[in-house]
């Protein structure tokens, strides 16, 4: 690939996950809940919770859905392509938050259930940076990139997104999937290309 690199990040790999609103947290928890830090992730004030749920698709269920924290304004279910598979289930590749047509899907909690009328996706692979980060690598906010990750099963993905916010530590998301098509861990570095 004969393009210059813009620079380079670590990888973080997302295992399938749940974001809840407070409302609906206390559907499936109880009235006035709160969370349990389990422990804390690589994005500022973001956290795994020691609490998680069931998920229900039309062809199967999927338990000890990890919950992490804080409650968001809209419940938000990431899965990888193979978990849609299992669920039976038809969620778009999509950047977090943006939940227009996209599936809905049953959570069970210890105190009750949500039935989601929407809010199940793929997350888009996507750079979390600063805006320092981003004038270093000649980026901005929502511009898309390719990232080539070396090793045994060496790829480029393309389309990666260009998240950029000061709260935001430097380091690449992509999903099991991904990871594991690629043969790649937690804290790998990859390489940063404009597409």
Same mark, same amino acid.
């Given at each position: 690939?004969?393009?210059?690199?813009?620079?380079?990040?670590?990888?973080?790999?997302?295992?399938?996950?749940?974001?809840?609103?407070?409302?609906? $947290?206390?559907? $499936?928890?109880?009235?006035?809940?709160?969370?349990?830090?389990?422990?804390?992730?690589?994005?500022?004030?973001?956290?795994?919770?020691?609490?998680?749920?069931?998920?229900?698709?039309?062809?199967?269920?999927?338990?000890?859905?990890?919950? $992490?924290?804080?409650?968001?304004?809209?419940?938000?279910?990431?899965?990888?392509?193979?978990?849609?598979?299992? $669920?039976?289930?038809?969620?778009?590749?999509?950047?977090?938050?943006?939940?227009?047509?996209?599936?809905?899907?049953?959570?069970?909690?210890?105190?009750?259930?949500?039935?989601?009328?929407?809010?199940?996706?793929?997350?888009?692979?996507?750079?979390?940076?600063?805006?320092?980060?981003?004038?270093?690598?000649?980026?901005?906010?929502?511009?898309?990139?390719?990232?080539?990750?070396?090793?045994?099963?060496?790829?480029?993905?393309?389309?990666?997104?260009?998240?950029?916010?000061?709260?935001?530590?430097?380091?690449?998301?992509?999903?099991?999937?991904?990871?594991?098509?690629?043969?790649?861990?937690?804290?790998?570095?990859?390489?940063?290309?404009?597409?």
């Amino acid at each position: 690939m004969a393009k210059d690199v813009l620079g380079k990040v670590p990888v973080g790999v997302s295992n399938r996950h749940i974001h809840l609103s407070q409302q609906d $947290l206390e559907t $499936l928890f109880g009235t006035g809940y709160e969370l349990t830090v389990r422990n804390e992730l690589s994005q500022t004030g973001q956290y795994a919770a020691e609490e998680t749920v069931t998920i229900q698709g039309p062809k199967s269920s999927m338990a000890n859905i990890r919950i $992490l924290g804080p409650t968001r304004k809209e419940t938000q279910l990431e899965i990888s392509r193979t978990d849609s598979f299992a $669920l039976g289930v038809k969620p778009p590749v999509r950047d977090s938050g943006f939940l227009e047509d996209t599936p809905g899907i049953t959570v069970i909690g210890p105190k009750g259930q949500i039935n989601l009328d929407r809010g199940v996706i793929i997350a888009q692979r996507h750079i979390h940076m600063t805006e320092e980060d981003a004038k270093a690598f000649g980026v901005k906010d929502k511009d898309l990139v390719s990232v080539r990750m070396d090793g045994e099963r060496a790829v480029v993905f393309e389309n990666v997104l260009v998240r950029v916010r000061n709260d935001f530590v430097l380091e690449m998301h992509i999903d099991t999937d991904e990871a594991n098509a690629a043969m790649i861990g937690n804290g790998q570095i990859v390489e940063v290309f404009r597409s």
